[in-house]
């Protein structure tokens, strides 16, 4: 079985654009996951989706969204980038609703710049 | 909200050596899960623990839901080991929580 695939693996952008994530969860996994990683404030869960709807969601500004597709696939999007959005960002999935019920799978992440 | 505390933050060792990093939770949770950094940035899960005890291989993690903590072990180390060890706690409102992880090194 595949594992998580996320694209693209690094980014470079400028302050102000917008970037969007890409990734594919496991084979008949429904639940992904978002989480972001910085040196400073360690891993931080960002939302979760299970079947297309937002189930929950951390302590981001609005200018982090995402969305889930029919195919389980999820986007992420940050708008209106800022120096601090600098991060490696992961996706997981699970087979049920929430880590709470299965274990989350990571995919390598997407190490994004902002300058 | 919940506060997630890992111990020791560092940890350098011989390969061969035996090692127990340990998570604190300081409410009640849910569920528990660890995870392996490795040194390329891939999170692995190890283990889905919410109380007990379970092995595999070199590697064994017991959770007491009851006293807040959970220990993971690791015997006779590799150099393949090295990287930064996570527990994650997953509270009530399922908002899961990292700790800042246990970096460990294995010397050759």
Redesign the interface.
């Known amino acids: 079985k595949a594992g998580v695939t996320q694209t693209p693996r690094y980014l470079i952008k400028t302050r102000g654009q917008q970037v969007t994530l890409s990734c594919s969860p496991i084979s008949g996994h429904r639940s992904v996951s978002w989480y972001q990683q910085t040196p400073g404030q360690g891993l931080q869960f960002l939302f979760e989706y299970f079947s297309e709807t937002q189930r929950n969601k951390g302590n981001f500004p609005g200018r982090f969204s995402g969305r889930q597709f029919s195919n389980s696939r999820s986007e992420m999007n940050v708008s209106t980038l800022e120096l601090g959005d600098s991060a490696l960002y992961l996706c997981a999935s699970s087979l049920a609703q929430g880590p709470v019920n299965s274990p989350l799978h990571f995919g390598n992440g997407t190490r994004l710049t902002v300058t | 909200g919940i506060q997630v505390e890992q111990s020791p933050p560092d940890l350098i060792l011989q390969e061969g050596a035996n090692s127990t990093l340990r998570c604190n939770f300081s409410d009640s949770v ?2 528990l ?1 660890w ?1 392996h950094q490795n040194p ?6 190890l283990f ?1 623990i919410p109380s007990g005890t379970k092995q595999n291989g070199r590697l064994s993690a017991t959770t007491v839901a009851t006293e807040r903590y959970s220990l993971l072990y690791i015997s006779s180390s590799q150099t393949t080991d090295s990287g930064v060890y ?1 527990c ?1 706690a ?1 509270p009530r ?9 246990t970096r460990l090194h294995i010397l050759p």
């Open positions: 849910n569920n899960q995870f390329w940035g891939q999170l692995i899960n889905y996570f994650a997953l409102d399922d908002k899961i929580i990292f700790g800042k992880g």
